[in-house]
Each structure stands twice: as C-alpha cells, then as structure tokens.
T-cell receptor, first 112, second 115 residues
Framework: DAMVIQNPRYQVTQFGKPVTLSCSQT?????MYWYQQKSSQAPKLLFHYYDKDFNNEADTPDNFQSRRPNTSFCFLDIRSPGLGDAAMYLC???????????FGNGTRLTVT | GENVEQHPSTLSVQEGDSAVIKCTYS??????FPWYKQELGKRPQLIIDIRSNVGEKKDQRIAVTLNKTAKHFSLHITETQPEDSAVYFCAALSTGGTSYGKLTFGQGTILTVHP
C-alpha cells in the first residue's frame, strides 16, 4: 500500500504558467521533505517541514514555495516555471528520531 | 551545513564480484546514515542504514561500515548480481542547529554488474 502519494506522476506545464505538485501521507510522520532531482544527479533538498516549522534551503529559488496545511498534506508551488525547473520532484516523510525517509513515487515535471 | 562526498561515481564489476562504495561526511552532528538504491525512473529505495552508535551492520549480501572518528562510511555488496545494477546514494542526517532533520545525499554511484 502506498504510504507517500504524489500526484500527478507526470505533469506538463508551459513556461511561466504556475503549477502545484501535491503529496499526501498515511504514516502520520511529522517531517516532510521536497527534493528536486535532475537526470543523473542526487536529490537536492528544496524545503523540509518539522511539523509546521518550515525550513527553506538557502539556495532554493524564490520561484519555489511550499504549503503544509496539515500533517497529511504538503504542496510544492512553482510560481513561474522555467525550462531549468524540469525535473523529478520527490516528496518524502520521516518519523521521530533517526529513522529512514519514505519517498513517494515522484512527479516528473516537463516545462514546454 | 553537511557535505557528503561519494566515490566512485561509476563502478563496473563482474557478476559474483564484490562492490564497495565509500562516502565521507563533514558534520560531526550527523548520526544516521542510510543508503538508497535508485533504478531508472523510480524513487530511491532504502537498502540499509546505520546509526552512529554502531560500527557495522549486515543484511544478507549487503553490509555497511561506519567510522565516526574519520567521518566515513561504506557500502559493501557481495556476490553481485545483474539486478544490483542501479544508482546508489549514500546520505547523512544532520541533527545540529539549523540543519536539524536535513538529509544530505552523496553524488551517487552508477553500479553496473556484467553477467
């Protein structure tokens, strides 16, 4: 059973057209992450939430925003996607202590 | 912040041989070190992890060692099989200051196992 669910699996958007990616979890984990992964590269952390405490990476572009309205859901908003934002976006969750991340299947974003 | 270096970037072995991937980290406050396997187009899958109070952990053909003093940890795969071919990422979980809860990945190793 899927525990971290990302929708949609594939998203196509136009250059400059806002897009929202969604993530939900059934694990009741208090930490949620958004990673960006480009081809042949490691996942790059964009943000993470510890409960409602939001942590933004210093090099995450202002074009990227995130919302976590409750424990189960987290959203990634890209206000004006550029061609360089085409990537796989991975959501992950983690429970308390030194526990592993649980990844969703990712959303592959294409910008035309 | 944490910096994780991973080597080699590519590794090619014959089926049945062993494969070793090494990582170093910079933040002494990091205390959890998972390894992920990622196949093309799929999400990273946890294959083994180790916590800082343990020096070695083994799960069938996979083992991980950790040297906290030297700040390095390694993945060992024995009796490799073609289905082990994938990209492997090491990672370190930070527990200090503003990096608390942040998982930093190494650059990845493309492992190819030839039949």
């Amino acid at each position: 059973d899927a525990m971290v669910i990302q929708n949609p699996r594939y998203q196509v958007t136009q250059f400059g057209k806002p897009v929202t990616l969604s993530c939900s979890q059934t694990l009741n984990h208090n930490v949620m992450y958004w990673y960006q992964q480009k081809s042949s590269q490691a996942p790059k952390l964009l943000f993470h939430y510890y409960d409602k405490d939001f942590n933004n990476e210093a090099d995450t572009p202002d074009n990227f925003q995130s919302r976590r309205p409750n424990t189960s859901f987290c959203f990634l908003d890209i206000r004006s996607p550029g061609l360089g934002d085409a990537a796989m976006y991975l959501c992950a969750t983690r429970g308390q202590g030194n526990s592993p991340l649980h990844f969703g299947n990712g959303t592959r974003l294409t910008v035309t | 912040g944490e910096n994780v270096e991973q080597h080699p970037s590519t590794l090619s072995v014959q089926e049945g041989d062993s494969a070793v991937i090494k990582c170093t980290y910079s933040d002494s406050a990091s205390n959890y070190f998972p390894w992920y396997k990622q196949e093309l187009g799929k999400r990273p899958q946890l294959i083994i992890d180790i916590r800082s109070n343990v020096g070695e952990k083994k799960d069938q053909r996979i083992a991980v060692t950790l040297n906290k003093t030297a700040k390095h940890f390694s993945l060992h795969i024995t009796e490799t099989q073609p289905e082990d071919s994938a990209v492997y990422f090491c990672a370190a979980l930070s527990t200090g200051g503003t990096s608390y809860g942040k998982l930093t990945f190494g650059q990845g190793t493309i492992l190819t196992v030839h039949p």
